[in-house]
């Protein structure tokens, strides 16, 4: 097991294991990381967590690096499925690491995959889309999305021509962080909840 990329794996050898790689700026020990771990591992579900090189490198330095190229960040995910190949997981993550995700899923024949916050455009520029893999992806995919995030909204993202493999989870008024505003009724706890137990059923 490299230790350059921090693994991390939770929970009972037996139970369905998913692999969740951090967004671009938050470690994977951030507050949205850990929660969503703690969930999951409440329904008997197996989180493996592991830091892409810029961020190992950021832990240990304390400064802060833009991420890694996408080769390298590819690489990196290669290096962590193989370690836990063998456990036939699920594959996904926040942001950047389920778009990572995403595009590797195929190749590696992974068992699902799960995005939370899918990055389909960058903030304030829709028409440059990020989902042409998506178009024909194979594996069979879960994209838990803020209906009103900034980098795809649920108008955005339904116009898109998307794999029948995809399904959606649409969380109220969240945000990129599925995080609703005050007056929507909803917080972003029971949205978490929501999407934790999302990925229990579709693990299964």
Known sequence: MSSSHNLMVE?????????LAHG????MDSPFMEQMTELLLQRDVAVARFEFPYMAERRETGKKRPPDGQKKLLDCWRDVYETLRHRQPLIGGKSMG?????ILCDELQAAGLVCLGYPFHPPGKPEKTRTEHLETLQTRGLMIQG???PM????EVQEYKL???LEFLWLE????????????GFTQDQHLLQAADAIAGFVR
């Open 11 to 19: 929970g009972q050898e037996n139970w369905p294991l998913i692999i």
């Open 24 to 27: 671009a700026g938050a470690p």
């Open 98 to 102: 389920g778009r990572m995700a995403s």
């Open 147 to 149: 209906t009103r995030d």
């Open 152 to 155: 795809g909204n649920r108008e």
């Open 163 to 165: 794999a029948d493999s």
């Open 173 to 184: 008024d969240g945000n990129h962080d599925l995080k609703p505003r005050v007056k929507s």
